[in-house]
């Protein structure tokens, strides 16, 4: 089975702070994906790197920066956190072509 | 920029079909057609894609209409675990993004 590991469910954190979050997937895939989600406005996508050290954004990378120094490996970096940065966050994995791509099962951060 | 269109939610009785309708009508020829779903408070689930093809597997089929501008999935036998919202994506085959639209929420009733 297919496994997008996300390092945390719940996180608190306090505005200011630098935020880390991490997803590992076990596929090999080339490409992974950070999304918020948040009521009302369905899941948007942050940024997505397609290659080790490649990234593009998606549509709201405003207040986040990304790193994917390994494969399997991908971090969102939320540099000084805001209120408005509260949101359910998924990390999804994928290969090249017209393949699935695996969701994890998201971190809903809180910034307080 | 979504390009699907989907209900808003549809109820559907335990043990019958579920068929969740989905608007593509912008589609292009090499994009292709995928569903998930999300049950609350967890991460989307893959269920199936196709191209042009009607496609089945293990959880559902997709039936694409002939000029692609439509899809259905089927869920053959409900059951209350299919209660989710299902999210139509309409995926090109270089790229890789998925976008998620607002999606159908599908209540699967006793």
């Known amino acids: 089975d297919v496994k997008v590991t996300q390092s945390s469910r719940y996180l608190v954190k306090r505005t200011g702070e630098k935020v880390f979050l991490e997803c590992v997937q076990d596929?090999?895939?080339?490409?992974m994906f950070w999304y918020r989600q948040d009521p009302g406005l369905g899941l948007r996508l942050i940024y997505f790197?397609?290659?080790?050290?490649?990234?593009e954004k998606g549509d709201i990378p405003e207040g986040y920066s990304v790193s994917r120094e390994k494969k399997e490996r991908f971090s969102l970096i939320l540099e000084s956190a805001s209120t408005n940065q509260t949101s359910m966050y998924l990390c999804?994995?994928?290969?090249?072509?017209?393949?699935?791509?695996?969701f994890g099962q998201g971190t809903r951060l809180t910034v307080v | 920029d979504a390009k699907t269109t989907q209900p808003t939610s549809m109820d559907c009785a335990e043990g019958r079909a579920a068929n969740l309708p989905c608007n593509h009508s912008?589609?292009?020829?090499?994009?292709?057609v995928y569903w998930y779903r999300q049950i609350h408070s967890q991460g989307p689930q893959y269920i199936i894609h196709?191209?042009?093809n009607n496609e089945t597997n293990e959880m559902a089929s997709l039936i694409i209409t002939e000029d692609r501008k439509s899809s259905t999935l089927i869920l053959p036998h409900a059951t209350l675990r299919d209660t989710a919202v299902y999210y139509c994506?309409?995926?090109?085959?270089?790229?890789?993004?998925?976008?998620f639209g607002s999606g159908t929420k599908l209540n699967v009733k006793p």
């Open positions: 999804a994995s994928g290969g090249q072509g017209h393949t699935e791509a695996f």
């Open positions: 596929m090999d895939h080339e490409n």
């Open positions: 790197s397609y290659d080790v050290k490649m990234k």
């Open positions: 912008t589609i292009s020829g090499n994009e292709y």
């Open positions: 196709g191209l042009k």
């Open positions: 994506i309409v995926r090109e085959y270089n790229f890789n993004k998925f976008y």
